[in-house]
T-cell receptor, first 114, second 118 residues
Framework: DAKTTQPNSMESNEEEPVHLPCNHS???????IHWYRQLPSQGPEYVIHGLTSNVNNRMASLAIAEDRKSSTLILHRATLRDAAVYYCILRDEAGGTSYGKLTFGQGTILTVHP | KAGVTQTPRYLIKTRGQQVTLSCSPI?????VSWYQQTPGQGLQFLFE???????NKGNFPGRFSGRQFSNSRSEMNVSTLELGDSALYLCASSLAKARAGGLVNEQFFGPGTRLTVL
């Protein structure tokens, strides 16, 4: 699995936007970019995913660089509830047999200040 | 729709014993994956079961095994427990199939089973 690099930690103030970066310079053409987050004392939860185009959903936006070697998860207005560890994960979806496997890195610990 | 459930939530065992953890996926989900989370190694993939067959396997010793039943419920077993097996064991389920317009297949995680080995 291709490797991702994320900052160990980031801080934000409540109600401000947060941009969480992820580098994946060895990404392959069939790798989808997935973001999960893990709130304290909970299992991880899906946030968003994309392949080439920028994506938006009710939780966040995903901006993917044109060369796909990096991406940014955008939380438009951080809340205290968004304090979590955010994981950027690449998953090879060629062949359709790897859907059940996620390779987690160390992630970014996001602290949100009131 | 009910989420992924795991039982038990907490477990204390001693070295050398064996343990079985259970996971009930979201209704309709055919894939069940297991992960181990420790402070030192983070979240590591153990294995995935799909339609009662192990489809993917992580880099863990043979003491770690699992199975999936016809109703998609899954169990994982750890034999001859070691102190280093103390961890949070997470189960996740997914549809594991492509949908029109793109692949979604997000994994839904349970709350985990906290295993302590003394």
């Amino acid at each position: 699995d291709a490797k991702t690099t994320q900052p160990n930690s980031m801080e934000s103030n409540e109600e401000e936007p947060v941009h969480l970066p992820c580098n994946h310079s060895t990404i392959s053409g069939t790798d989808y970019i997935h973001w999960y987050r893990q709130l304290p004392s909970q299992g991880p939860e899906y946030v968003i995913h994309g392949l080439t185009s920028n994506v938006n959903n009710r939780m966040a936006s995903l901006a993917i660089a044109e060369d796909r070697k990096s991406s940014t998860l955008i939380l438009h207005r951080a809340t205290l509830r968004d304090a979590a560890v955010y994981y950027c994960i690449l998953r090879d979806e060629a062949g359709g047999t790897s859907y059940g496997k996620l390779t987690f890195g160390q992630g970014t610990i996001l602290t949100v200040h009131p | 729709k009910a989420g992924v459930t795991q039982t038990p939530r907490y477990l204390i065992k001693t070295r050398g014993q064996q343990v079985t953890l259970s996971c009930s996926p979201i209704s309709g989900h055919r894939s069940v994956s297991w992960y181990q989370q420790t402070p030192g190694q983070g979240l590591q993939f153990l294995f995935e079961y799909f339609s009662e067959t192990q489809r993917n396997k992580g880099n863990f010793p043979g003491r770690f095994s699992g199975r999936q039943f016809s109703n998609s419920r899954s169990e994982m077993n750890v034999s001859t427990l070691e102190l280093g097996d103390s961890a949070l064991y997470l189960c996740a389920s997914s549809l594991a199939k492509a949908r029109a317009g793109g692949l979604v297949n997000e994994q839904f995680f349970g709350p985990g089973t906290r295993l302590t080995v003394l």
